[in-house]
């Protein structure tokens, strides 16, 4: 937010989980909105993900390179409408590189292959989960554009406490590695309005980028 009293700095929420603000320009932000939008139609295109055990998740998704489904990866979109996964854009891999090195200070040994693009809606939300389906322990990237959020970043034993939640804007990149790789971590509230107008988003996209590991 423009004209804040007190500008938002890079802050390690815990060991290896980074939240740098506003690493995103607008431009950018325009042209990955742009993306997720194409992205997001048919085939393989945005669907509503069912759990195994009768939920239905209220944030709907888009996956990338590989079709993430609870609880695995396939190379089709296995509980939607069953099309072959758009391939992996190198644009995001390369994202996914620099903001590792950025936060790091040196780039990740494996390219990033997948990409999961969650829509959330005013009363959409995510529950605590960790990101365990992959093979590789590389950094988890996260890119936000449009609402704000509230994220709750905890701890990798259990759902519950200690937890930190942090307010991740458009533009804002998260990064979460080493001994934070395998935290639980969530979103229970979407603030509506608070985008950017000029972005044009009603709601919130997350872009997360993994390295499976899962590739011959």
């Not at 939920?55 to 979109?77: D, E, I, K, S």
Request: glycine share 14%; net charge neutral; proline share 9%.
């Amino acid at each position: 937010m423009e004209g804040e009293l007190f500008p938002r700095e890079r802050t390690e929420i815990a060991p290896g989980a980074v939240h740098v603000p506003d690493w995103l320009d607008r431009g950018l932000q325009r042209e990955l909105l742009a993306a997720c939008r194409a992205w997001a139609r048919p085939p393989a295109g945005l669907r509503t993900v069912h759990t195994p055990g009768g939920g239905v998740m209220t944030a709907r998704q888009v996956c990338l390179g590989l079709h993430w489904y609870p609880y695995g990866y396939a190379r089709t979109a296995v509980d939607g409408d069953g099309a072959p996964v758009k391939p992996m854009p190198g644009r995001l891999a390369e994202l996914g590189r620099a903001a590792v090195a950025d936060v790091y200070g040196r780039p990740p040994e494996e390219e990033y292959d997948i990409a999961l693009v969650n829509f959330y809606e005013g009363d959409s939300r995510m529950g605590m989960h960790r990101d365990s389906d992959e093979k590789s322990a590389a950094p988890v990237v996260s890119l936000s554009l449009g609402d704000s959020c509230v994220f709750r970043f905890g701890n990798a034993a259990s759902r519950g406490r200690p937890y930190r939640d942090i307010e991740l804007r458009s533009g804002d990149l998260f990064v979460f590695g080493g001994p934070s790789r395998l935290a639980y971590h969530g979103v229970p509230k979407v603030l509506p309005g608070t985008g950017p107008p000029e972005l044009g988003l009603t709601g919130r996209l997350n872009i997360t980028l993994r390295v499976g590991g899962l590739l011959p």
